[in-house]
């Protein structure tokens, strides 16, 4: 069956890091994977989107890399701040009508002052 | 603004009283869609809709209805709530031939 996989532990970093979380997908080709930022008891807030035929996107302090080989997506935030403290969750999609999205499970990330 | 609204943000009930929890959204997309979230268990999608009566189950439709009426409206009715329907619902959008998806600011449903 399709499995998506990220950090399960919470990710602790200092300020001024890069943080890195990371999504890995079994049993999946997909067509994009998509980025999201959760903070606790809201929703969803779209980031970034990178296709399968894309190795790399940015924008701002935000860099998104996919290697359909080894089925795996980094997620980067440079210079990181106590702001971006939140659950960073991965979406793969597929082409199809729905455009249905595969979601992971979410990364915690703290990054402490 | 464009956004993304849902109504009761919060909603504790009691077994099978019918509830119905709204979504409207202001920035005229065709696609919406219903995702319940739980602990471990990340967002399912309940049912989605690609416009205006047009409805399609997702992953965990039981137990669930909906209807897609006008194009800013996709309510989900639960007719006979049950403790195990006790989540953090979202409603989604997505405009035509995007792929990214935006999100209500949630309800929680409390089923005892």
């Known amino acids: 069956s399709q499995k998506i996989e990220q950090n399960s532990e919470a990710l602790n970093i200092q300020e001024g890091k890069t943080a890195t979380l990371t999504c890995n997908y079994t049993?999946?080709?997909?067509?994009?994977l998509q980025w999201y930022r959760q903070d606790p008891g809201r929703g969803p807030v779209f980031l970034l989107l990178?296709?399968?035929n894309e190795k790399e996107k940015r924008k701002e302090r935000l860099k998104v890399t996919f290697d359909t080989t080894l089925k795996q997506s980094l997620f980067h935030i440079t210079a990181s701040q106590p702001a971006d403290s939140a659950t960073y969750l991965c979406?793969?999609?597929?082409?199809?009508?729905?455009?249905?999205?595969?979601w992971g499970l979410g990364t915690s990330l703290a990054v402490n002052p | 603004e464009a956004q993304v609204t849902q109504n009761p943000r919060y909603l504790i009930t009691v077994t099978g009283k019918k509830l119905t929890v709204t979504c409207s959204q202001n920035?005229?997309?065709?696609?919406m869609s219903w995702y319940r979230q739980d602990p471990g268990l990340g967002l399912r999608q309940i049912y989605y809709?690609?416009?205006?009566?047009?409805?399609d189950k997702g992953d965990v439709p039981e137990g669930y209805k909906v209807s897609r009426k006008e194009k800013r409206n996709f309510p989900l009715i639960l007719e006979s709530p049950s403790p195990n329907q006790t989540s953090l619902y979202f409603c989604?959008?997505?405009?035509?031939?995007?792929?990214?998806?935006?999100f209500g600011p949630g309800t929680r449903l409390t089923v005892t």
């Open positions: 809709s690609m416009n205006v009566e047009v409805t």
């Open positions: 049993n999946y080709s997909p067509a994009y």
């Open positions: 979406a793969l999609g597929h082409a199809g009508n729905n455009r249905k999205l595969i």
């Open positions: 989604a959008t997505r405009g035509q031939g995007r792929d990214e998806q935006y």
């Open positions: 990178i296709r399968e």
């Open positions: 920035m005229n997309h065709e696609y």
